[in-house]
């Protein structure tokens, strides 16, 4: 029976060497008391020291730094955390230079492969075998998602099965697991119901239980009554402790929104209204950002199943309504962290999605995407190359991480990359209202990217379309190689992109303009 507690006696069970297992996503399902108070023992007694960070997300509280460490980020003193195993690492400010300077090994492993290696690790089973991440950073004929070099577990290994190849990665056992949720009722039983996504926390806990390991949950009230069944994610005889904290946010800037948890579903207008409200705050974005999210928002059609990534792709959704291409009706949005329908919040929100539908645990959405069930999924990119390869991960010493990227651009039908020429090239207004293209920033086409995290070759035996949509021109993918198909109308093709560009691309000989909807705003 899970036993109430203070947070401070919570963290008191966290002992050194663990490997604690976290849900969440950096403020959407965080568990701001948790951190404070682990952070507050170590300073004390030093102690736990040597831990591993297991989560499927990034869990830190940002992804700027300079900012007062908050999250999983006010765990980076030297030598508190050995390791981190996740999917996203830029949120982790913090640790970064620690990973730079290898004082802490870090991986970086696929979202949906650690959901799915929960599971895994739940029923004891030998590990989880998958073809997504093959021929990426994710292989061990590449990184084997390692971030610097004292990072030498292999995590995976390369196996053949019937003649196909795939990735094994063995289990990782939490001794420890920290699930956010709303209410413990009077057997200690979790529910969910204010929560704006559910990520993966019957797994975790099984993963945890069935390693003899130790279950905290942080929520926001306790109930003397009894929850329904239907309702409870965690039974509570799996729960060790329990401790409130009746001011957790919902996300990064919202305390609370029933529109979110989908206990409020908000009629169409008021949806309508919210997404003005965000475009034009939006309407402070680069000229060159809105000329990419217009473009991509093209791309979009009646009876589409959607992923859209985070950053600039995030807000494409929004675009496309204040564009009136389409009726939001008319196409499904999901999020990777087990959100069906309704419109993805952006920003500090992201990760929350506007009257879903349906919330479900991450590893099932992933489960849907790995067999194809997206028709097109939109995101950034850091790098391009010649050949298509996409790089998301890291580009020098900036380490960001794939998160759901290998799953999402996998199997669908089309996947839209979105991203600026260079990484600080823009558009200025002349006099005459015409776009002047302006260069800054290193380059974002390259011959050859530095990690390989979209296989353009895998791509193109799968028949996969993929467009590279940036502010100056549109790149295709055909036949292994880019095309350049669109040019913007206010560029000169030689001045503005070919002697930018470290290689000749191919030019196809039906080049368009792009369209001049993506200027008008």
Excluded at 443 to 457: D, L, R, T
Aim: net charge negative.
């Amino acid at each position: 029976m899970a036993k109430i507690v203070s947070v401070e006696e919570a963290v008191s069970h966290v002992k050194s060497g663990d490997t604690v297992a976290v849900n969440g996503m950096m403020w959407v399902g965080g568990s701001k008391k948790f951190y404070e108070a682990l952070e507050n023992r170590f300073l004390e007694t030093k102690s736990p020291t040597d831990l591993t960070l297991f989560s499927s997300c990034g869990i830190g509280h940002t992804m700027a730094s300079g900012t007062t460490p908050e999250l999983a980020n006010r765990l980076a003193h030297p030598g508190m955390v050995k390791r981190i195993v996740t999917s996203h690492i830029q949120s982790f400010v913090d640790f970064l230079p620690m990973i730079s300077n290898n004082q802490i090994e870090a991986y970086i492993i696929p979202q949906g492969t650690i959901a799915e290696m929960f599971h895994s690790a739940a029923r004891r089973s030998a590990g989880t075998f998958t073809k997504i991440g093959l021929k990426t950073h994710a292989d061990p004929r590449y990184q084997c998602g390692a971030l610097n070099e004292i990072s030498k577990d292999k995590l995976c290994e390369l196996v053949t099965f019937d003649g196909e190849e795939y990735l094994f990665y063995r289990n990782i056992y939490p001794d420890v697991c920290l699930i956010r949720g709303t209410t413990a009722d009077a057997n200690g039983n979790i529910t969910f119901e204010h929560e704006a996504a559910i990520y993966d926390p019957f797994a975790t806990v099984q993963a945890v239980k069935n390693n003899g390991g130790i279950v905290i949950v942080q929520v926001e009230r306790i109930n003397g009554g009894f929850a329904s069944p239907q309702l409870v994610k965690i039974p509570g005889r799996l729960v060790d402790y329990v401790y409130v904290d009746p001011d957790q946010m919902q996300t990064a800037n919202v305390v609370y929104n029933g529109i979110y948890s989908g206990e409020i579903r908000a009629p169409l207008n008021a949806i309508d209204s919210s997404i003005t409200e965000d475009t034009k705050s939006a309407s402070d974005r680069p000229p060159a950002v809105r000329v990419i999210t217009r473009r991509a928002a093209m791309e979009l059609k009646k009876g589409d199943i959607v992923n859209l990534g985070i950053g600039m792709a995030s807000s494409i959704g929004l675009d496309a309504q204040e564009m009136n291409l389409i009726d939001l009706n008319d196409i499904t949005f999901t999020i990777e962290l087990g959100l069906f329908g309704g419109v993805p919040a952006g920003s500090a929100s992201f990760g929350a999605t506007l009257n879903p539908d349906a919330m479900y645990d991450q590893a099932s959405q992933f489960e849907f995407y790995e067999g194809g069930g997206l028709d097109i999924a939109f995101v950034g990119a850091l790098e391009v190359d010649r050949h298509g390869n996409v790089n998301v991960i890291q580009s020098g010493k900036k380490a960001i991480g794939v998160g759901g990227f290998n799953y999402v651009t996998a199997t669908p039908k089309t996947v839209v990359y979105c991203t600026k020429f260079m990484s600080r090239s823009n558009y200025s207004k002349g006099e005459d209202g015409r776009f002047v293209p302006v260069n800054g920033g290193f380059k974002k086409i390259v011959g050859e990217v530095e990690y390989i995290n979209f296989n353009g070759e895998i791509a193109t035996k799968n028949h996969q379309r993929a467009l590279y949509i940036t502010e100056r021109c549109v790149f295709e993918l055909l036949d292994g190689e880019l095309v350049l198909t669109e040019i913007s109308p206010f560029v000169d093709l030689q001045k503005d992109i070919l002697d930018l560009l470290p290689f000749r691309p191919k030019i196809s000989e039906h080049l368009k303009k792009m369209p001049n909807l993506c200027f008008e705003f």
